[in-house]
């Protein structure tokens, strides 16, 4: 009977212990994950979903072209979406963003079919915009087969330099100004080429984000 008691005895304690080892690493496991939640720091977001913050005196944009004839492009000036297809605002050919080089509120959206439509509203749109706007264009499916010399030209006095060779089914992404004195910086340009197309028939889509110096007096 006392072996038996002893037995219990020996068994009762192996288990306490056990059940006690299993609590305290279950509770250290809480502990350290609680811990390394409380301490662990998120990636800042910056406007837009950009990369980088933007300096004082600067206005963060991020755009991005459209994908093939599926989806269309994307433009965001200070976190506010000005152009996507969420917005139900873009289409076909060039869409266009302009925004005050002052203040970086958005002035007004539009796009122009270049493969159905006609480049005439395209060319008096242009023409109608203010000293000191900033302009961002993005392509979608074909930004380029009604595109002429005059549009071409209105379009190269933003700032754009990949304006001349725009083709077919390229994509492009640019953001210039009215009354700009130099070429932009910020322009992305792919080809459409069928050795080298993401999807059948157009391009990868282009993707850009920067800083645009606010308009001083």
């Known amino acids: ?108 959206t539009k796009y122009f079919d270049m493969w159905g439509g006609d480049v005439a509203p395209l060319n008096d749109f242009l023409k109608t915009i203010q000293d000191g706007t900033i302009v961002l264009m993005a392509t979608y499916d074909d930004g380029a087969t009604k595109l002429n010399e005059e549009a071409r030209k209105l379009i190269a006095e933003l700032g754009s330099t990949s304006i001349t060779n725009l083709g077919f089914r390229d994509n492009w992404v640019f953001c210039g100004g009215k009354g700009i004195k130099t070429k932009s910086p910020f322009e992305q340009h792919i080809k459409n080429n069928k050795d080298t197309n993401k999807y059948e028939g157009w391009p990868e889509v282009v993707e850009m984000e920067g800083c645009i110096p606010q308009k001083q007096d």
Do not use: W
């Open 1 to 108: 009977m006392r072996i038996a008691g002893a037995a219990k005895l020996v068994v009762a304690v192996a288990v306490f212990l056990l059940t006690f080892y299993v609590i305290s690493q279950v509770f250290e496991i809480k502990m350290d994950a609680s811990l390394g939640n409380l301490f662990a720091t998120k990636p800042p977001r910056y406007k837009c979903g950009t990369t980088k913050a933007c300096p004082e005196k600067h206005f963060a944009f991020k755009m991005a072209s459209g994908a093939a004839n599926v989806v269309g492009p994307k433009i965001c000036v200070e976190d506010n979406v000005l152009m996507s297809g969420v917005k139900n605002n873009v289409g076909r050919g060039i869409n266009i963003a302009l925004v005050n080089g002052k203040t970086g509120e958005a002035v007004e």
